[in-house]
């Protein structure tokens, strides 16, 4: 098997758990850490394995991608099962198919949010609220945690997993 064809298949894979963690995520708003931790050990032991030293540091980078999401999560913006699916996701795909991934499904996320927002809102007080928040973060430089109601919050797992398969289907 070539390297390529190994690729794909780890690629494959971790569309698979983006999958399984959006069903998770929708049927009970948790990603498991089973799920996501066995994922990531998997992703850099089968990398290993099957490509070398080279194979594993692409693992480790693409776990240290979705690492990255938790500037998102410490701003109140990504629960920590979502951070835990990227770093999955990284490790099977690799750190440029985590980075699309991340970078697809957090502007496909904006969307569903803006959407939902005018869906939602006769009332005015989640844009208020928002609008205050960005006042805050631009205009006074304090950067605050995003506090939203509970009916401000949607399933994101969903939305990783599209992201992913966008990820794969056109790569970059």
Known sequence: MTETEVESLLRIAAVCVACAGAWTDWKSYR?????TGSCMAAGLILRFLLMGGNGFLTGLAGWGAGALGM???????????????????????????????????????????????????GRNHPWRRLLIYWENLFMGGKLTIYEGSKDSQFCFGWIIAAGALAAYFWPL
Do not use: H
């Open 71 to 121: 500037v998102l999560w410490s701003l109140g913006a990504m629960k920590a099962g979502d951070i835990k699916l990227y770093m999955a996701i990284g490790a099977l795909g690799g750190w440029k198919f985590c980075f699309q991934t991340e970078i697809v499904s957090i502007l496909l996320g904006g969307v569903v949010a803006l959407v939902l927002m005018i869906r939602r809102g």
């Open 31 to 35: 990603i498991p850490n089973r799920l």
